[in-house]
């Protein structure tokens, strides 16, 4: 397997950011060295140095007192000095991610005193998504290789449509091979004019003749029944005239049922507005004295400084407010760290627009 990215760095200090480091690089696509203790017995610096030999990009992380070792042990007993010094060697590009309280010690020894004047970008764990964008973005040479979502998701839909039409018209085509095997055609019959006798032509046209007359006889048997039945129809209506009208007798209606109540709708009691003040409910806990605190919602507010200037702005979930507070309540002298790492200073009042 070849890999892109090497990390080294101190089991004691360094692993726990060196592991959510690697977890994420691997997540994102890239090749990574990171776990090195299966090598580390047999032929551990051959294998080492491949490694570090088909990487672009080396990470180094530097916590506080990394480099103490290298004044005391022996090289070939130091697992990050002998990687830092062959990588400088190799011409790799070398990011160092430098720790809280690290500081490079003066009087490197001459094989990895190159890595001071390295940089790298610079860690806050407060801001760690900054500083993992900034890492990939600015400072790694390997680029990201993961094919995005939206293509994964159109190659799916694809191939998903491809196979349902496949199906369809397998289908089909089964369907039309059944009905064409139990089909039975009918043969065709023909009689030519000439094989008919001509004894068999007149008796079909006598036939014809004596059913005209039959159905005229018919015709005229219709109309003298129909002309006796309205002789019938007109001496019964001429006896109904004659009979006194029946008298009709309205049955009464039943009453209509009573309507229904009509049902109360309950009325919600408004909801009492939010109190201009900041409150618990925008960030964890009821802080008291000179104390930080971080916002876990938007907030638009109105800020009034020390020279009672007024500022109208928005406070962005994560940002950090440090002052002075009182069981809960800011009562003045703050600062306010912002996502885009400025700062505004000498806060007295704060109000919730």
Known sequence: MKYDIFISYRRDGGFELAKHIYDLLKKDGYSVSFDMETLRSGNFNTELLKRIDECNDFLVILNKGA?????TTDKSNDWLRTELSYALEKGKNIIPVMLEGFEFPNNLPEDI???TVKNGPKYDKYYFDN?????????LLTKQKTVSKQIIIILISIFVVALALGLFFLLNKNKDDITEQHAFPLPDIEVAKDTIPQATVKEEKNGVVKDKKEKEKEKE??????ETKTTVKETDNATKKTEPAATKIEEPKPAAA???PAQETPIKDPEPPRSPLLSATDYNGVPSGRTEVQFIKNLSVQLTLKNDSVINTTLQKGEFLNGDWDNGRFVGNGELKRNNFEKIKNIKKIVVR
Do not use: G, N, S
Not at 131 to 139: A, G
């Open 113 to 115: 005193a190159e890595i």
């Open 221 to 226: 048997t219709k109309v003298t029944a129909k």
């Open 131 to 139: 500083f993992y964008q900034r890492l990939k973005d600015k400072f």
């Open 67 to 71: 480099f103490d070792r290298c004044f």
């Open 258 to 260: 009573p309507a229904a």
